[in-house]
């Protein structure tokens, strides 16, 4: 969840958000391959699962313009930073 704070101006409008971000996983399955490179077969396999439950959260702080385009259309883009804390 973000909070947004927008600025107007002309026909951009410069904005700021802050907000957090939370994450549940349940249980899940997993694997990692080895192989030596290329599009040879692994030559070492590990599988895994993970039973208990996962949970993280983090803060998000975001920051971009919303252009007013040609009619209805508009463009915004943003860069969004993600922290995550354990």
């Not at 249980?27 to 993280?56: N, V, W």
């Amino acid at each position: 969840m973000l909070l947004k704070r927008a600025w107007d101006r002309a026909r951009y409008h410069p904005f700021a958000a802050a907000g957090g971000t939370f994450r549940r996983i349940e249980s899940f399955d997993g694997s990692t391959e080895y192989s030596a490179g290329g599009q040879q077969t692994p030559y070492k396999l590990k599988r895994y699962r993970i039973e208990e439950s996962l949970t993280h959260g983090g803060v998000v702080l975001g920051a971009g313009v919303r252009f007013t385009a040609i009619g209805p259309l508009k463009l915004t883009p943003e860069i969004r930073y993600t922290r995550g804390l354990h």
